[in-house]
Structure formats: structure tokens, C-alpha cells
């Protein structure tokens, strides 16, 4: 009798300790799974708050440039419609002023002259800073618009190079416009360059725009991020991009990498 | 044959598989630990002493793991922590087998302080990773390799507390509960380990397409 018991207790402590033993491998399995599924849903969370977070910082660049672009096309229509016209202005007052003159002094001729060269000259900008103008165009046809005009009237001989149709929105050519434009008057008020040469590439649905000087190179202190810099890195964020800075033996290289439209 | 030691056969084959994808490359310590174990618990046991073999073995598979959770945990203050902590249980191992028991003796107590740190150590992995803003545990052969390490030596620690209990071998069928629970283990252990191999494999193929 006493046998027995001692038999049935020992097999239901055996059980116990079976018992506990599975119970604690369930436990801990469950606690791992728990892990899982948490970490699972704070990576869940995480992805859609940075989703969020690009979505915002998307919308706010190009808010950023929309106001910019107003900006741009209110200046172009002051230039266009109120100093065109008040040089046109003066430019006809000149001329009146020869008709009483018996002769007329070469400085004064030459000085209708340059009134009509710089009217003709912010006519050109205005144009290039029109949105509406632009959106017309595309971006080569711009840059050879715009590489003419500085070619005429300044001391930098520009080059263009490359492809001659891009396969991007307007928008983007746009975007693009405006980060050569920065670029280009980067290297007009720093490099002291000779030349700038400005190429368009085609490479695996990419575009590869680059614009490079033969001047000073970068300094450390135009090294860091200027006004400028943070546009054009910007605007490539937005359009999907990459900018990078390089110095050269002889100046430094903007380099631009776009997705094409697929 | 039993399924535990098919499975150990299946990580150790999985090693070798995917052994050129093992990354970070200090998990490729793994493998030979794998080989070691199959050639231990196959023959071994056999021919030797199993107590004795499996004295000698757990020195080794314990020097692999410190080593292994040195380089999985790289805080410093972590890291000072395991070199005390593998002090500790060399040590212990030591004076155990030499003095408090012999060679041909189970060395359960300072095997279970060896549990103790290995559970800590995997705890604190999944500590670092819940730290984290963003982690993928399902690329992360470290977590599932801390899993293993986590539920084995857990299992583990809870048999060499049962084993070293005089009670507890008086009781009916008290080996059958305890090879069961060993196997167990065994079975989570080398299943979890297989599940890291084949993630590094993918993880490196990842890589590839991402390159």
C-alpha cells in the first residue's frame, strides 16, 4: 500500500517536472514571438512615419520652389514691363535730345547704344526667368539661349556639350534649369574661370549634367553649404537626384545625376 | 537515429552550404563547432566516457560562444562583462572537474552559471536590437542565432537543475523527461541555428542585387 503511494506521487512529480520543463520552453517561445511581432510593427511604424516625414519634406521643397518660381516670374515681369520701359523711356529721350543737338557727341551715341544693348539684355533675362516662357522651350534650347546671351555679354567663354533632347517633364527641366543657373553664377562670382563647360549625358535611364570650370577650384570655406549649394541640393532631391561637388586639377565640377522619365 | 541529432546533421550540411555567405564572417566559427559536436555526440560518447566527453567538449563549445557573443556585443562595458564572465566559468569549470567533482562527472553547477551568462548575453542582444528606431530581424542572423542561444541554454539551465536534484532520479521515468526535455532543446537549438545560416544566406544574396 505504502508502495502504491509512494509510486503514484513519484509519477506525478515526474509529470510536474515535465510539465514545468515544457511549460518554461513555451513561455520563452511565446516571449521570442512577442519580440518579433513588436519589433515588426515598431519597423511598420517607423517606415510609415519616414514615409510621412519624405512626404512633408517633399511637399514643403516644392512649395519652396513654387514660391520661388512666383517670385522669379514677378521679377521677370517688373524687368519686362516697368525698367524695359523706363530704359525704353530714356533711350527716347535721348534720341529727342539729338534732334536738338547740331552735333552729336560720340560718348552720348555710345551711350544709346549701350541703352539699347541692356534693354535688349533684360528683355533676355526676363525671358529666362519667365516660367511660363520656359515651359515652352526645352532645357537645351534654354541653355543654348542662355549660354549665347552670357557669351555676348560677358568676359567666361561657355561651352555646351552633349545630348540635345532630355527626356524629362517640364517641371524637371525646369528644376534642372535653375540648379545650371546656380551653378553657372557660382562659378561667374568665385572661380575666376576662363572657361565653363556645361555637358549633358545620357548613362542607363540616368542623366549626368556636368558643369565645370578651369578656375580657382573650391575653397574650404566655399565648401560648405551656401544659400545656393542648399538649392540645388534641394531641387535634385526633389527631381530624385544626386549633386556632388568635385575639385579638379584646374577648377571644380558640379556633377548631376537624374532619373529619366521611364 | 534521433530527430535532434538529424537536425544538428541538417545545420552542420546548411553551414557548409551556405559557408561563403556566412556574414559577419566570425559566425563562420559555427561550422566547425557543428562538425565537432556531430563527431562528439556520434562517436565519441560511444567509444569514450560520455561524462568525460562531454566535460571536455563543453570547454570548447564554451570558448566558441564567449567568443561569439564578444564579437556580436560591442559595447565596451558589455564586452568587459563577458571577458569576466568566461573568466568566471573557465574558472569554476576548473575547480569543478578537478576538485569538487572529477573528469568522469557531469560538471552540472558551473554549467549552469555558463547557461546563466549565455541567456544574458542573448537578452542583452535583443535589448540592443529594441534600442533601435529600425531593425529587420528577418535579415538579422544575430537574432536568430541570440534565439537559439536564448531557449537552449534556458532549457538547458532548468535539466541541470533537475539533474543535479537526488530526488528527481528516484522518480519513475525521470530519464525519460529529461532526454525528452533535451531533446527539446536540441531540436530549438539547431532548427533556430539552421534558420540563421539560411539567413545570411539570403542576406547576402540581398546584397548582391542591392550591388
Same mark, same amino acid.
Given at each position: 500500500?505504502?508502495?502504491?503511494?509512494?509510486?503514484?506521487?513519484?509519477?506525478?512529480?515526474?509529470?510536474?517536472?515535465?510539465? *514545468?520543463?515544457?511549460?518554461?520552453? /513555451?513561455?520563452?517561445?511565446?516571449?521570442?514571438?512577442?519580440?518579433?511581432?513588436?519589433?515588426?510593427?515598431?519597423?511598420?511604424?517607423?517606415?510609415?512615419?519616414?514615409?510621412?516625414?519624405?512626404?512633408?519634406?517633399?511637399?514643403?521643397?516644392?512649395?519652396?520652389?513654387?514660391?520661388?518660381?512666383?517670385?522669379? &516670374?514677378?521679377?521677370?515681369?517688373?524687368?519686362?514691363?516697368?525698367?524695359?520701359?523706363?530704359?525704353?523711356?530714356?533711350?527716347?529721350?535721348?534720341?529727342?535730345?539729338?534732334?536738338?543737338?547740331?552735333?552729336?557727341?560720340?560718348?552720348?551715341?555710345?551711350?544709346?547704344?549701350? /541703352?539699347?544693348? *541692356?534693354?535688349?539684355? !533684360?528683355?533676355?533675362?526676363?525671358?529666362?526667368?519667365?516660367?511660363?516662357?520656359?515651359?515652352?522651350?526645352?532645357?537645351?534650347?534654354?541653355?543654348?539661349?542662355?549660354?549665347?546671351?552670357?557669351?555676348?555679354?560677358?568676359?567666361?567663354?561657355?561651352?555646351?556639350?552633349? /545630348?540635345?533632347?532630355?527626356?524629362?517633364?517640364?517641371?524637371?527641366?525646369?528644376?534642372?534649369?535653375?540648379? /545650371?543657373?546656380?551653378?553657372?553664377?557660382?562659378?561667374?562670382? &568665385?572661380?575666376?574661370?576662363?572657361?565653363?563647360?556645361?555637358?549633358?549625358?545620357?548613362?542607363?535611364?540616368?542623366?549626368?549634367?556636368?558643369?565645370?570650370?578651369?578656375?580657382?577650384?573650391?575653397?574650404?570655406?566655399?565648401?560648405?553649404?551656401?544659400?545656393?549649394?542648399?538649392?540645388?541640393?534641394?531641387?535634385?532631391?526633389?527631381?530624385?537626384?544626386? !549633386?556632388?561637388?568635385? *575639385?579638379?586639377?584646374?577648377?571644380?565640377?558640379?556633377?548631376?545625376?537624374?532619373?529619366?522619365?521611364? | 537515429?534521433?530527430?535532434?541529432?538529424?537536425?544538428?546533421?541538417?545545420?552542420?550540411?546548411?553551414?557548409? $552550404?551556405?559557408?561563403?555567405?556566412?556574414?559577419?564572417?566570425?559566425?563562420?566559427?559555427?561550422?566547425?563547432?557543428?562538425?565537432?559536436?556531430?563527431?562528439?555526440?556520434?562517436?565519441?560518447?560511444?567509444?569514450?566516457?560520455?561524462?568525460?566527453?562531454?566535460?571536455?567538449?563543453?570547454?570548447?563549445?564554451?570558448?566558441?560562444?564567449?567568443?561569439?557573443?564578444? $564579437?556580436?556585443?560591442?559595447?565596451?562595458?558589455?564586452?568587459?562583462? =563577458? =571577458?569576466? @564572465? @568566461?573568466?568566471? $566559468?573557465?574558472?569554476?569549470?576548473?575547480?569543478?572537474?578537478?576538485?569538487?567533482?572529477?573528469?568522469?562527472?557531469?560538471?552540472?553547477? +558551473?554549467?549552469? %552559471?555558463?547557461?546563466?551568462?549565455?541567456?544574458?548575453? @542573448?537578452?542583452?542582444?535583443?535589448?540592443?536590437?529594441?534600442?533601435?528606431?529600425?531593425?529587420? %530581424?528577418?535579415?538579422?542572423?544575430?537574432?536568430?542565432? +541570440?534565439? @537559439?542561444?536564448?531557449?537552449?541554454?534556458?532549457?538547458?539551465?532548468?535539466?541541470?537543475?533537475?539533474?543535479?536534484?537526488?530526488?528527481?532520479?528516484?522518480?519513475?521515468?525521470?530519464?525519460?523527461?529529461?532526454?525528452?526535455?533535451?531533446?527539446?532543446?536540441?531540436?530549438?537549438?539547431?532548427?533556430?541555428? $539552421?534558420?540563421?545560416?539560411?539567413?545570411?544566406?539570403?542576406?547576402?544574396?540581398?546584397?548582391?542585387?542591392?550591388?
Amino acid at each position: 500500500m505504502f508502495l502504491q503511494v509512494q509510486t503514484g506521487t513519484g509519477q506525478i512529480l515526474t509529470s510536474v517536472v515535465a510539465a *514545468a520543463g515544457f511549460l518554461l520552453i /513555451i513561455i520563452a517561445t511565446l516571449s521570442v514571438g512577442q519580440f518579433i511581432v513588436n519589433r515588426q510593427k515598431r519597423n511598420k511604424l517607423y517606415l510609415q512615419q519616414e514615409a510621412m516625414k519624405v512626404n512633408f519634406e517633399k511637399q514643403l521643397l516644392q512649395s519652396r520652389v513654387e514660391v520661388q518660381e512666383a517670385t522669379l &516670374h514677378t521679377l521677370s515681369m517688373e524687368l519686362h514691363d516697368n525698367i524695359n520701359q523706363l530704359l525704353s523711356s530714356a533711350n527716347y529721350l535721348l534720341r529727342s535730345g539729338f534732334r536738338e543737338l547740331e552735333v552729336v557727341p560720340s560718348n552720348l551715341i555710345e551711350a544709346g547704344e549701350t /541703352i539699347v544693348k *541692356a534693354s535688349s539684355a !533684360i528683355r533676355t533675362l526676363s525671358r529666362s526667368l519667365n516660367k511660363e516662357w520656359l515651359e515652352k522651350f526645352d532645357i537645351i534650347e534654354k541653355l543654348e539661349g542662355e549660354i549665347d546671351r552670357m557669351n555676348r555679354f560677358g568676359k567666361i567663354k561657355f561651352h555646351l556639350s552633349g /545630348i540635345d533632347q532630355v527626356n524629362l517633364s517640364n517641371e524637371k527641366q525646369l528644376l534642372l534649369f535653375r540648379i /545650371i543657373q546656380e551653378a553657372i553664377q557660382n562659378c561667374t562670382k &568665385h572661380s575666376k574661370a576662363a572657361n565653363i563647360f556645361i555637358s549633358l549625358l545620357k548613362e542607363d535611364h540616368n542623366l549626368i549634367i556636368t558643369i565645370a570650370d578651369d578656375g580657382i577650384g573650391i575653397g574650404p570655406k566655399l565648401q560648405k553649404d551656401g544659400m545656393g549649394m542648399m538649392n540645388m541640393r534641394q531641387r535634385t532631391q526633389l527631381m530624385g537626384g544626386s !549633386i556632388e561637388w568635385n *575639385a579638379k586639377a584646374k577648377g571644380c565640377e558640379v556633377r548631376l545625376v537624374l532619373p529619366e522619365n521611364q | 537515429m534521433e530527430v535532434s541529432k538529424i537536425i544538428e546533421i541538417i545545420a552542420f550540411i546548411t553551414g557548409i $552550404c551556405v559557408f561563403h555567405s556566412i556574414r559577419p564572417p566570425f559566425l563562420k566559427l559555427l561550422i566547425p563547432l557543428l562538425l565537432v559536436t556531430i563527431f562528439v555526440e556520434n562517436y565519441l560518447i560511444i567509444v569514450f566516457d560520455a561524462n568525460f566527453v562531454y566535460n571536455i567538449y563543453s570547454l570548447i563549445d564554451m570558448g566558441v560562444w564567449f567568443y561569439l557573443f564578444y $564579437c556580436i556585443l560591442t559595447r565596451k562595458k558589455i564586452r568587459v562583462l =563577458i =571577458i569576466i @564572465a @568566461a573568466t568566471i $566559468c573557465f574558472s569554476y569549470a576548473l575547480i569543478e572537474l578537478l576538485y569538487l567533482r572529477s573528469w568522469t562527472l557531469w560538471r552540472a553547477d +558551473s554549467f549552469r %552559471i555558463y547557461n546563466l551568462s549565455i541567456i544574458l548575453f @542573448a537578452t542583452l542582444y535583443f535589448y540592443e536590437i529594441n534600442k533601435k528606431e529600425y531593425h529587420n %530581424i528577418f535579415i538579422d542572423p544575430l537574432f536568430w542565432i +541570440s534565439s @537559439a542561444c536564448f531557449l537552449f541554454h534556458l532549457l538547458f539551465f532548468f535539466n541541470n537543475t533537475i539533474m543535479g536534484q537526488l530526488f528527481f532520479w528516484k522518480l519513475s521515468n525521470a530519464k525519460i523527461v529529461f532526454v525528452i526535455l533535451q531533446a527539446t532543446a536540441n531540436i530549438v537549438y539547431y532548427f533556430l541555428l $539552421c534558420i540563421g545560416l539560411i539567413v545570411c544566406f539570403y542576406k547576402s544574396r540581398l546584397e548582391q542585387v542591392k550591388y
